[in-house]
Every structure is written in structure tokens, then in C-alpha cells.
């Protein structure tokens, strides 16, 4: 039995500010496509103000998971990245970190190993509309 490593991106478009974004299918189709059996997914989105996380994906979890974000780190209060780029997006920065910009998931028997109600999802937390990319690794046997 050998080892396959399959890697993949794919581009989320984003609308500004804790936009969250369901990727489930899209990782679905690569790991398709990857053709491996048993192992784990990893994706890992670029850039500094997004995060990759699981959830119920309905819209009152969806509004909870806003309303606790920004109650963790919210965009009205002063931050010191602010004094050196006046971007005003010092709170995505925060934002994104405690969330954190990868996910595991294990793949069994050609499907991604989630809960009934769990989705996989990107969070845009900059202040202006972005193009996620998301780099997809899938190391398992086919």
C-alpha cells in the first residue's frame, strides 16, 4: 500500500467583513478528485484576515458565530496595527488568529469524516471585499 499526497487549490469570492462562506462541497469535489480512500484533508486558507473553521451552516448559527467574533474582537475599539497601517482592519487581524487559518479532517472510505449538521468554512474578517484562496492537501492511501 503507498502513500498518495493530492494538493489543490480553489478561489472563494468573499463579501466584506465576517462573511462566512460554505466550502464543504468544494473540498468534496477535490477530494474526488484526489481519488484517496483513507487519510486527512487539510486546507489552509492565505492571507492574514480569514479563517477556516466547522459549523452548523444555517443561518442562526451562522448570525451566533458573527455576533461572538465580534464580541472577542470588536472592529470599534483602537488597535495598535492601526498606527502603522490606518487600514482600519487591526480587529481581522485578531479575528482571524484566534479562529486560525486551517482545518483536519480525516477522510474514511472516500468521504470526509464530519457530523450530520457539520460544514466546512471560510471567514472573510477584512474590512473590504477579498478573493480567498484555499490550499488544499490530501495525504491518504487510494
Known sequence: MSITIFTDRISITTKTGLDIVNITSRLTDSLKKSKIINGSLNATVIGSTSSVTTIEFEPGV???LKKAITR???????????KAWHDGNGHSHVQAALLGPSIALPV??????????????IINHDNRARERVVDITIIGTA
Not at 472577542?72 to 492601526?82: G, N, W
Open 108 to 121: 474514511r472510505d472516500g468521504h470526509l469524516t464530519l457530523g450530520t449538521w457539520q460544514q466546512a468554512v
Open 72 to 82: 472577542f474582537a470588536p472592529p470599534d475599539i483602537e488597535y495598535d496595527h492601526e
Open 62 to 64: 451562522v448570525n451566533d
